[in-house]
């Protein structure tokens, strides 16, 4: 990968990562806010809509780890490399999911797998 090309990837990253973090930000300061419902209906649905967040937020936290794995990825040389082959990811697939860690042969292959096993 050229140097170029892992200018645009790290600043993707970058974007990225400031949106989900402004988004945890936002979750925080509403998860503060403590409201009093004298309706039971009115308190299920606010506590159903919270709980909801919270999984995004959680799925989220998961992603942001996945971007500092790439940041550490782009700053070690081994960026946009197979973590199980060794090849390079193709860029169409890193522009469509750029915390690729596997190329999308070794991905199918890990997903056949799991499918058949129900472990990766």
Known sequence: MNKEDLIFFN???TK???DLLKHADETVYHMRES???PDPLDRACFDSERSFHL???DRESVLIKKIKNSFEDIRDGVYGICKNCGEEISQKR???RPVAQHCIRCKNEMETKE????TL
């Open 55 to 57: 999984r995004i937020r």
């Open 16 to 18: 990225w990562l400031e």
């Open 35 to 37: 409201e009093y419902f």
């Open 11 to 13: 600043n993707l990253l």
């Open 115 to 118: 499918k058949f096993t129900g």
């Open 94 to 96: 890193l522009e469509a």
